[in-house]
């Protein structure tokens, strides 16, 4: 043992080297050390970058919809501005989100800004109110899954969205339930009505989607809501662009009639 403690010594290195060895090794754990939020947009890369976004919107959502369901919750938008962050919570029931004096939106911000970490102040919440409840396909879901949660026949629940949703202007609709709904043996129904796209571009345009899952006691039921909006020109109730397959016929325009000069005329001239 004591030779093989002679052989390390000789081999060590000289004088001075230790403190070298140490300043290399600090050097390069300073630049291994954990980014900082204020240095996550100038070192983060392109592809980091939309992953984080993308799962900080998804976690963001999943929050406010289990703290928001009941009152109408109907998504989320982010808006970063260089000065804050602006999140926008779009509900039904606004009154309800943002509490007495604004007290429920402050508490929100206070968990939001821990979380994500955020420095102070610079993250807003906002609310804003869904004008038309019938063009939204999570406010649908939201209140089909508290129908059902009220013990609320799975049928009768289904077509008084479908009959809601037709009467506000759209059109089409879909209503999927699936799920043990009676008996022990799982099935699904559906229920439609109007006019109903499912596949190309048109869809990321018209096609207005949500997806919910009922806890009852039987088991867990399924519900998908399918919404097709109609075409607006201004773009406030639906899309402004029209859809491809399209025809507008046009009516002819009005032409002035020419009547046949008389012989008598063409005589005189």
Known sequence: MCGVLAKSKSHSLPCGSHRNLGFILSRRLCHRRTPRFSDMAQQI???????A???????LNEMLTRELGEDGFAGVEIRVTPMRTEI??????????????????????????????????????????????????????????????????????????????MESGVKGC????????????????????????????????YIDGAVR???????????????????????KQGPSTPLPDLVTIHP????DEFLRPLAAEIAVA
């Open 45 to 51: 890369s392109k592809k980091r970058k939309f992953v």
């Open 53 to 59: 976004d993308g799962v900080f919107l998804a976690e």
């Open 88 to 165: 926008i919570i779009r509900a039904t029931r606004t009154q309800n989100v943002l509490g007495e004096k604004g007290r429920r939106i402050r508490e929100l911000t206070s968990v939001v800004q821990k979380r994500f970490n955020f420095p102070d102040g610079s993250v807003e919440l906002y609310a804003e109110k869904v004008m038309n409840r019938g063009l939204c396909a999570v406010a649908q879901a939201e209140s089909l899954r508290y129908k059902l949660l009220g013990g609320l026949a799975v049928r009768r629940a289904c077509y008084g969205v479908l009959r809601f949703v």
């Open 174 to 205: 879909e209503v999927i339930v699936s799920g043990k709904l009676r008996a022990q043996r799982a099935k699904s129904m559906k229920f439609k009505d109007g006019y109903m796209i499912s596949s190309g571009h048109p869809v990321n345009q």
């Open 213 to 235: 899952h009922v806890l009852l006691r039987q088991g867990v039921l399924g519900i998908k809501v399918k919404i097709m909006l109609d075409w607006d020109p201004k773009g």
């Open 252 to 255: 002819p325009k009005d032409e």
